[in-house]
């Protein structure tokens, strides 16, 4: 969330274990209180990181919460033996391009097959992703636009938005003014006020496309483990999507309220699931991307290369 990269990795030589824990000075103390989104955002660098240990030929050995004592430990990665080519090697192209666009889509339909192969990329995962009726699709949308105006009243949660706004030029964190993108014309595509500090060379409006894509993801149970489990399945349905041409923006307003959260995996099941995010996909333009930390900016203190 807002690009606050909430990871440091760690590399134990003996082991060879690549460990990932959370930086909690890069949380959101008023919008994320529970850390739920900083153990998504984890996830998300975790199925990265599996990505690429495979792509070089390693087997990723991955545990989560692998020490109860140390609750800022999220995950580790063990380079296993060498493994065969990578299965995926689309999906590590895609970690370079993949990022958020906050811009309009158009009209133009998502083909079946690529919805049901970001189904199973979440399923593999242990979550699911549901698309749904048009008719949830506007409940949902009407709960992500009741949360954004709660939010925006909401003093400390909106000076949290406007304090991770910055200047690429500041620092490798936050989303620059360019990436915010417009609003939507039409009001019906709520997207993140974040204090209204826009680029001046983005409109301030612009009208959405009329029928959005809206897919939500969501995990049976909801504990820390779920998180991380969640984040990587969010970033598997993401780069896979980027593989496909898909733009992608996330709508994680509604779950920043547990009461608007609850209401957004109620439609008939035969399981109570816990909504993790609430993705727009469609196609369009691609949009500024966000600065990213280079690995000497997110290895502790401690980490040396792994031995050849």
């Known amino acids: 969330m807002h690009n ?34 900083l153990h998504l955002s984890v996830g998300c660098a975790l199925l990265n990181l599996r990505v690429a240990v495979a792509h070089f030929g390693w087997e990723p050995v991955p545990r989560l919460l692998p020490r109860p004592d140390e609750p800022d430990l999220l995950a580790a990665v063990r380079f296993g033996g060498t493994a065969g080519a990578s299965s995926s090697p689309r999906l590590y192209d895609a970690v370079w391009r993949r990022h958020s666009s906050r811009f309009p889509f158009s009209e133009r339909p998502l083909p079946a097959a690529v919805l049901t192969e970001l189904a199973e990329a979440a399923h593999s995962e242990g979550a699911l992703l549901s698309r749904p009726v048009p008719r949830e699709t506007d409940r949902l949308l009407q709960l992500t636009a009741e949360a954004e105006r709660r939010s925006t009243a909401d003093a400390d949660r909106a000076g949290e938005s406007r304090l991770w706004v910055r200047d690429p030029n500041h620092s490798d964190l936050g989303v620059p003014p360019e990436a915010l993108g417009p609003h939507d014309s039409r009001e019906q595509v709520p997207m993140r006020d974040f204090g209204a500090q826009r680029h001046p060379a983005v409109p301030a409006s612009r009208p959405f496309e009329k029928r959005p894509s809206i897919a939500v993801l969501s995990t049976r149970h909801d504990t820390r483990a779920d998180w991380l489990r969640a984040g990587q399945a969010l970033e598997r349905v993401l780069l896979t999507a980027t593989a496909h041409g898909l733009r992608a923006s996330l709508l994680h307003q509604a779950l920043e309220w547990p009461d608007l959260r609850e209401q957004l995996v109620p439609w008939p099941s035969d399981r109570r699931d816990h909504a993790q995010m609430v993705i727009r996909l469609g196609y369009g333009p691609q949009g500024p991307s966000s600065p990213r930390r280079g690995a000497s900016r997110t290895l502790a203190e401690g980490a040396r290369s792994v031995p050849r």
Do not use: K, M, S, Y
């Open 4 to 37: 606050t990269q909430p990871w440091r990795f760690r590399l134990d030589p003996d082991t060879v274990t690549l460990e990932i824990r959370a930086a909690p000075d890069h949380g959101l103390r008023h919008i994320d209180p529970t850390g739920r989104a």
